[in-house]
Nanobody, 126 residues
Framework: QVQLVESGGGLVQAGGSLRLSCGIS????????MAWFRQAPGKEREFVAA????????KYGDSVKGRFTISRDNVKNTLNLRMSGLKIEDTAIYYC???????????????????WGQGTQVTISS
């Protein structure tokens, strides 16, 4: 399995921007798709965005469409999430995830991903 380490979280005022990164190590040639999820206190894990590792397909959760952009760097082996127009309800721990199975279309389902990072805290203040 690949190993994932998130970075870039922090405290930002509402309306601001933040960029998260996910460093990837291990057998990166096995990656088929990757995603960002988030989990706020007392809530279930929520899909944020997903991307195919080899193609240009992306998928976004309804709550972040038009504000967040997922991207990948296959050379540097990183997954990124550019967040803008941040809202208080974006406060959560953000996790990156990787799927090393055959399917490569982006997926919004956590069970489709077999590798997870430890998460990075994003806090939006008013």
């Amino acid at each position: 399995q690949v190993q994932l380490v998130e970075s870039g979280g922090g405290l930002v005022q509402a309306g601001g921007s933040l960029r998260l990164s996910c460093g990837i190590s291990g057998p990166t040639d096995t990656i088929r798709r990757m995603a960002w999820f988030r989990q706020a206190p007392g809530k279930e894990r929520e899909f944020v965005a997903a991307i195919s590792w080899k193609f240009d397909d992306t998928k976004y959760g309804d709550s972040v469409k038009g504000r967040f952009t997922i991207s990948r760097d296959n050379v540097k082996n990183t997954l990124n999430l550019r967040m803008s127009g941040l809202k208080i309800e974006d406060t959560a721990i953000y996790y990156c995830a990787a799927d090393t199975e055959i399917q490569s279309m982006p997926s919004e389902y956590p069970l489709d991903y077999d590798s997870w990072g430890q998460g990075t805290q994003v806090t939006i203040s008013s």
